[in-house]
């Protein structure tokens, strides 16, 4: 699995732009899943060309009508960068037919109203400037359809369920300038879906804020450290037509609504044994990440995770993708029965240094502890080591991934991101069921590999 694709070449996207949206029709397939072709420069992905339903975009007959409102036909309201604003008539209008959970979302509060959007959504801004949502912040100014200059009042990350759709209006595919591209969205302008091709293909840096670059991403570790926590909360001002969720939904979540980062954590109880011990998750915060709105890889996690959802369909198996920290946990919840649990945190899938087969190391390590054996903590869940050991002598061959070929290459992978040897020697020393040293960790893999019967001492 690539783990480091790229984005398609913009002109094969709009070239084969129908086709790309007959794979989402005819597939059934959610707005945010990404299509992996091959250009002319070899495999690349492309996101799907669609806004979210709901928002208000104005039209040529009667003002601002909700996107799932305008039908072929229809005349919208579209400009260039000199907002010289024309009607135009929409030629094709496709909608994704399942509703579409976007794991990263950014709500954008404005004139007591409000838009939500993937992060890839392309907003105007003063000076006529374009910026991706991902990176706004609460003193850019968002330009009106007649050029004033509108007030952001606060910023938010986190999921978002609802419908998405396609609208375009006829265009000319040598055209490389940006005339027709622009639409008023429930009063402020955004790119059409061709603005968000083109610069996924980098072809706007011209237009693009000259900062923009340099700008962390609306959630990140980075962007906390520099504007604070406010965007992770839910917002305090009115958003108009969006529905704010104030709690995680259950699985099967059918409605439409943006849920703050803050209000979709996972209630992890501090009696969890997680991969990591928490000053050693902390510490991976400045490590070179994944952006939080790269749904290339949110759609490789959730395939990752399926894997082990199918297999061990007992344990609740929950990704939340806001949150910063590089570490997974793992509970039984007594009060709820036994119910067992597993947390995959963002901030370990975003981690440049595990791919594939790191962060299924991870995953088998949390499952070894739902794994039954004698070496166990007083709560019944299975000693860190020996989760170490079971993640490669069982887990991993259990869900597919026993090749000693994916194992080593795990193996390596996790040396890096612990920083620490790929070296196979057993140290000295006892964990008492708690996290061996990192040297102890990596032996026990290759143990484990070897099907050496006993687990390391260092490790028990």
């Known amino acids: 699995?690539?783990?480091?694709?790229?984005?398609?070449?913009?002109?094969?996207?709009?070239?084969?732009?129908?086709?790309?949206?007959?794979?989402?029709?005819?597939?059934?397939?959610?707005?945010?899943?990404?299509?992996?072709?091959?250009?002319?420069?070899?495999?690349?992905?492309?996101?799907?060309?669609?806004?979210?339903?709901?928002?208000?975009?104005?039209?040529?007959?009667?003002?601002?009508?909700?996107?799932?409102?305008?039908?072929?036909?229809?005349?919208?309201?579209?400009?260039?960068?000199?907002?010289?604003?024309?009607a135009q008539t929409v030629v094709k209008v496709v909608r994704a037919s399942v509703l579409s959970h976007f794991?990263?979302?950014?709500?954008?509060?404005?004139?007591?109203?409000?838009?939500?959007?993937?992060?890839?959504?392309?907003?105007?801004?003063?000076?006529?400037?374009?910026?991706?949502?991902?990176?706004?912040?609460?003193?850019?100014?968002?330009?009106?359809?007649?050029?004033?200059?509108?007030?952001?009042?606060?910023?938010?990350?986190?999921?978002?369920?609802?419908?998405?759709?396609?609208?375009?209006?006829?265009?000319?595919?040598?055209?490389?300038?940006?005339?027709?591209?622009?639409?008023?969205t429930n009063g402020v302008i955004s790119g059409d879906y061709s603005v968000s091709i083109l610069h996924s293909g980098k072809q706007l840096e011209e237009f693009m804020l000259p900062e923009f670059y340099e700008r962390p991403i609306v959630g990140s570790y980075e962007y906390l450290e520099k504007y604070g926590d406010e965007c992770l909360k839910r917002p305090t001002v009115s958003t108009g037509y969006i529905k704010i969720i104030d709690r995680?939904?259950?699985?099967?979540?059918?409605?439409?609504?943006f849920i703050s980062a803050f209000d979709a954590r996972i209630n992890i109880p501090p009696t969890a044994h997680c991969f990591l011990p928490e000053k050693q998750a902390f510490s991976k915060r400045g490590n070179k990440a994944r952006a939080l709105s790269d749904y290339r890889m949110i759609f490789l996690t959730e395939q990752i995770v399926e894997r082990f959802r199918q297999k061990y369909s007992h344990i609740n198996i929950c990704i939340d993708w806001n949150d910063n920290t590089a570490n997974g946990c793992s509970w039984i919840d007594m009060q709820q029965g036994g119910e067992r649990h597993i947390a995959l945190r963002g901030g370990l899938f975003r981690q440049l240094f595990l791919k594939e087969e790191g962060l299924s190391l991870v995953i088998a390590h949390e499952v070894g502890h739902?794994?039954?054996?004698?070496?166990?903590?007083?709560?019944?869940?299975?000693?860190?080591?020996?989760?170490?050991?079971?993640?490669?002598?069982?887990?991993?061959?259990?869900?597919?991934?026993?090749?000693?070929?994916?194992?080593?290459?795990?193996i390596d992978q996790m040396a890096h991101f612990l920083r620490t040897p790929n070296n196979p020697t057993i140290p000295g020393g006892v964990?008492?069921?708690?996290?061996?040293?990192?040297?102890?960790?990596?032996?026990?893999?290759?143990?484990?590999?070897?099907m050496g019967s006993n687990i390391p001492g260092c490790a028990i």
Not at 31 to 40: S, T
Not at 167 to 180: F, G, H
Not at 375 to 395: H, P, Q, W
Not at 432 to 449: M, Q
Request: glycine share 10%.
């Open 103 to 184: 794991r990263y979302a950014v709500l954008v509060c404005y004139n007591d109203t409000a838009l939500a959007v993937p992060g890839n959504h392309i907003f105007m801004v003063k000076g006529k400037k374009l910026i991706t949502a991902d990176r706004l912040i609460k003193t850019d100014k968002l330009i009106a359809a007649n050029g004033d200059e509108i007030e952001i009042k606060s910023i938010h990350n986190g999921e978002y369920w609802g419908g998405f759709q396609h609208i375009s209006i006829e265009r000319n595919l040598e055209q490389q300038d940006l005339s027709n591209r622009f639409i008023n």
């Open 1 to 86: 699995m690539n783990t480091s694709l790229r984005h398609c070449n913009a002109g094969y996207y709009l070239e084969f732009l129908d086709n790309i949206l007959e794979v989402y029709k005819n597939n059934d397939w959610p707005a945010n899943r990404p299509v992996f072709l091959v250009d002319n420069k070899g495999p690349c992905y492309v996101i799907g060309p669609f806004i979210p339903e709901g928002i208000p975009i104005e039209t040529a007959s009667d003002g601002f009508r909700p996107g799932e409102n305008i039908e072929k036909g229809n005349a919208i309201m579209v400009a260039g960068p000199g907002l010289d604003w024309q």
């Open 248 to 257: 995680r939904p259950d699985a099967g979540f059918k409605d439409n609504g």
């Open 431 to 450: 964990a008492n069921c708690g996290h061996p040293t990192l040297e102890c960790r990596i032996a026990t893999f290759h143990v484990a590999l070897s």
């Open 370 to 410: 739902h794994t039954r054996h004698k070496n166990v903590f007083k709560d019944g869940l299975t000693c860190e080591g020996t989760s170490d050991y079971l993640a490669v002598n069982r887990i991993m061959p259990e869900v597919g991934l026993g090749d000693p070929a994916i194992i080593l290459e795990s």
